[in-house]
Each structure stands twice: as structure tokens, then as C-alpha cells.
């Protein structure tokens, strides 16, 4: 369907993605944002027009849906938004930046996000809702699934293998191979050399685990 989208949430991630869809001529029908001191701002030129009650008088048949809310500080939020609007049928569109270098076999799902100089390899898999973010690298065969951020500059080598809800930090390298467990957090910087279980976070060259 060619509709024109409403971006979820007004801060810094929702204005790279907003630059991306202006570089690819999607047409962008507002911002909306919970915050009222927003309401009738505008960023690049885009208006915050509500909260998402704006969204929901329009309706999943008018308008397509973009996730602006960035994963760092509030992971579950954007999951959360995901996941409602999904279950009042609306559809999350893919944005893509042109710099970004993906292989025609890659599987992209619903609602991913890939960012300026990405770069995804032939036979990777990325989930839905899922942040490929500047400069990152995916290498062949990685499988990466849902509501995961793998934030700028971060290298993942092949056949890496990312459950939901992970986190992989600012220039952190994951070697070949290895998994890292449901909801994990990968530090920024950190290099990962063996396998991370469910819900730790891993700090420091090498990584080791500094929570559980």
C-alpha cells in the first residue's frame, strides 16, 4: 500500500528516520508524541500533530506507521508501541537509508529500521522492529530477531545469532558464531568472545558479565 505514515515519538531517533524517508520521498503525514509541549513543533519541517489519538482517528486503513522511539533508554516503550498498534492492525513501515548496503537475499520483517552506511551480508535475517543503526555491520548468515537495536558501529562477524530484545552496544564486536541470550545487553565497546545467556549485561575487552 502506498499510504503516507505517521512517525511514533518526536526525539533524536525519529529525526534521523524522518531525514531517511525525506531522501526516499516518502510522503510523511506527522509526528505524534505523548508530550503536549511538542504538540504543534515540527522537526525538519515535519508538524507533531497529537498524541496517538492522532493516529487512531485516522485508522490502519489511511496511514501507515513508523517507530520513532529510539531503544536505549526505553526499550519496553518501543516494544510496547509495536506490539499495540499491531493490535489494532496497523502496519509498520521499513526504513532503509540509501547509503545502507544490504544483500538481495537478506530477510528484512516488519518495521526495520536500517541506518545511514549499514552494512548487511548475503543469508542474514533481521527481525521485526529491529534497529540496524549507522555504520553497523552484519556479516553473512547472522540471524537477528525482534525489537533488538544493534547501535552504531557495532560489528557482528557471521553466523551470529541475536535473540528478542537484545542490545548490542556502540562498537561492540560480536566474533563468529556465538548467541546472545533474550534481552541481554552488549556494553559499548565491549568484544563478545563466547556465547551470553538470557538477561545478563556484558562489559569490557574481553566481555564478561557485570549483571544478571
Known amino acids: 500500500m502506498n499510504l503516507p505514515v505517521i512517525i511514533l515519538g518526536a526525539g533524536g531517533h525519529a529525526k534521523v528516520l524522518i531525514d531517511t ?11 505524534v508524541d ?12 515535519i508538524p507533531v500533530i497529537g498524541n496517538d489519538d492522532a493516529v487512531l482517528k485516522q485508522g490502519p486503513g ?3 506507521l513508523v517507530n520513532g522511539v529510539g531503544s536505549v533508554k526505553q526499550p519496553k516503550l518501543r516494544k510496547q508501541l509495536f506490539d499495540t498498534f499491531k493490535a489494532r492492525g496497523f502496519t509498520f513501515v521499513s526504513v532503509l537509508h540509501p547509503s545502507a548496503v ?3 537475499d537478506v530477510h528484512l520483517a516488519e518495521g526495520v529500521q536500517v541506518m545511514a552506511g549499514a552494512v548487511i551480508q ?21 540471524s537477528i530477531a525482534d525489537h533488538v537495536h544493534v547501535a552504531p558501529g557495532a560489528t557482528l562477524s557471521g553466523n551470529v ?12 564486536t560480536l566474533l563468529q558464531g556465538i548467541r546472545i541470550g533474550r534481552n541481554s545487553i552488549i556494553g559499548a565497546g565491549s568484544v563478545v568472545l563466547r556465547d551470553v545467556p538470557d538477561g545478563v549485561t556484558i562489559c569490557g575487552v574481553p566481555g564478561k558479565v557485570v549483571t544478571k
Open 122 to 142: 548475503p543469508g542474514s535475517r533481521i527481525g521485526a522492529n529491529t534497529i540496524v543503526n549507522t555504520n553497523a555491520s552484519v556479516d553473512h548468515d547472522c
Open 102 to 104: 544490504i544483500a538481495p
Open 21 to 31: 524517508l525525506l531522501l526516499t520521498a516518502v510522503e510523511i503525514a506527522g509526528i
Open 62 to 64: 489511511a496511514v501507515m
Open 161 to 172: 545469532t541475536l535473540e528478542d530484545g537484545v542490545h548490542i552496544g556502540a562498537g561492540a
Open 34 to 45: 505523548p508530550n503536549r509541549e511538542k504538540h504543534g513543533t515540527s522537526i525538519l519541517g
